[in-house]
């Protein structure tokens, strides 16, 4: 089967696919079997099927991702929190929804790495409470509606592509009013960190970009100890 390739973008933080997958589960089983090592093959066949689907198109995104990027395929499974696990030199991030998939990845030997891709359509929840911070919430006050909730959408997928890079150096759950971005508008934001347990200090840079309806945030962190 033919991998549908939905984007395919070299970026300041890695190599960055994007694939749209199938909507029935027996193809998205196919696929599995003609793309996927065995390892990977055989972790999948223990999912359920909607954890299968993601599990698989994620899988499928970094072995694009790691083909493009001209580094050797490898079989891609989980650490202890879910992260994957990367050959040594290489760092990488996954992130799907139900119809796609994307996966970064780079040749970094210290920093990490995260992507976050969101569905740019309006929300029947407010999700502005649990992800501003006050500092955000109160630079967002004066928009519209709308504006104001592609902004907080903006950042909920840059903290999302945040955390997973940092959480290989702190190893917990990190909360969204952990840190505070102001965002620029060529694609970077301003990062403040303000985390609970102390730990750092950290370089942060995140870029983002709005396209083909979606919202797509990267992330790179480099420990300064």
Do not use: Q
């Not at 696990?85 to 760092?91: A, K, N």
């Amino acid at each position: 089967m033919v991998v549908d390739v939905a984007f395919d973008l070299e970026l300041e933080h890695g190599r960055c696919v994007g694939v749209r997958l199938p909507a029935a589960e027996a193809e998205v089983d196919a696929l599995a079997v003609a793309v996927l090592a065995p390892e990977e093959r055989d972790f999948a066949s223990g999912l359920s099927p909607r954890r299968r689907r993601t599990w698989v198109g994620g899988r499928i995104a970094m072995r694009e991702a790691f083909v493009r990027a001209a580094l050797s395929p490898w079989p891609v499974l989980g650490d202890t929190r879910g992260a994957p696990v990367l050959p040594p030199g290489i760092t990488g991030s996954i992130t799907h929804k139900e119809s796609l998939a994307a996966a970064l990845v780079a040749r970094e030997p210290l920093a990490r790495i995260g992507v976050d891709l969101e569905l740019d359509v309006a929300r029947t929840t407010d999700i502005s409470s649990r992800v501003l911070a006050d500092d955000e919430a109160a630079e967002l006050a004066g928009l519209n509606p709308r504006a104001h909730e592609r902004e907080v959408l903006l950042r909920f997928s840059s903290k999302e592509a945040i955390y997973k890079a940092l959480d290989p150096f702190v190893r917990r759950f990190v909360g969204f009013k952990e840190v505070s971005l102001s965002m620029r508008s060529g694609g970077g934001a301003s990062v403040t960190a303000r985390l609970r347990a102390g730990e750092g200090p950290f370089s942060i840079e995140v870029r983002w970009r709005r396209f083909d309806g979606i919202v797509l945030a990267t992330a790179r962190v480099l420990s300064l100890r």
